[in-house]
């Protein structure tokens, strides 16, 4: 484990002299980088140098705890109530862990379940330092949406949206309704529902790969 920028993550893949890309992931609520990486390994072409994110902030019970990258308070009369200024430290902290990596290879996000709420939130807020942008099993919340609409910066930033079907915890819904918010603003994305629920689907990880492959050529 390395830190840098307040956090902890693990590196694979290729050597900072060899990289032709660096990609970020970013790990679902209770995760750790350690699962993100082991679900989403084989859809990542070779020539990247990986970087797997552990959120700040710990949730869950041992020995089963993991991280978040920000609290979500649940309760039986609502619908949950996310920490939005742990939202906010957390985005703006991932931001400044880009700027960290080597500007002259192009730069991958990929985030799962919060970590693709947090991916797709930095679309939206840093299209500028990226060159592809996959959100899986996540979803867009309102307030960032009209804080940071999409525009020209955004079109130039391919999207993939990975969602199953049947998601318990965010609705497909949820990926089908951004993908026509920004679509209509002219983003260029791919929906990719699958039949499963809250994963990653193996099926994927060769069209996946081949996508990122193509926007790192691109970039």
Not at 112 to 127: D, E, T
Not at 185 to 196: D, K, W, Y
Request: net charge negative.
């Amino acid at each position: 484990m390395t830190q840098s920028a307040g956090f902890e993550y693990s590196v694979h893949g290729a050597s900072a002299n060899e990289a032709t890309a660096n990609i970020v992931l970013l790990h679902g609520l209770g995760h750790t980088e350690t699962i993100v990486y082991d679900d989403i390994k084989d859809a990542l072409p070779a020539g990247g140098r990986i970087f797997s994110l552990r959120a700040p902030h710990p949730f869950g019970q041992a020995p089963d705890n993991g991280f978040g990258w920000f609290n979500i308070e649940f309760n039986e009369s609502g619908p949950p109530k996310p920490d939005l200024e742990q939202e906010a430290s957390s985005r703006q902290a991932i931001a400044d862990f880009l700027d960290t990596l080597d500007s002259s290879l192009p730069l991958v996000l990929i985030g799962f379940g919060q970590g693709g709420v947090m991916a797709a939130h930095l679309f939206l807020q840093h299209p500028e330092k990226l060159q592809m942008c996959i959100v899986a099993s996540g979803r867009i919340m309102p307030h960032l949406l009209e804080a940071y609409p999409p525009g020209e910066a955004h079109q130039k930033v391919p999207l993939i949206l990975v969602h199953g079907e049947s998601d318990p915890i965010i609705p497909i819904a949820a990926a089908q309704a951004a993908a026509e918010q920004l679509g209509a603003a002219g983003v260029g994305l791919t929906l990719m529902p699958h039949p499963g629920g809250h994963e990653w689907p193996d099926a994927f990880n060769a069209p996946v790969s081949t996508e990122i492959s193509t926007a790192i050529q691109n970039g």
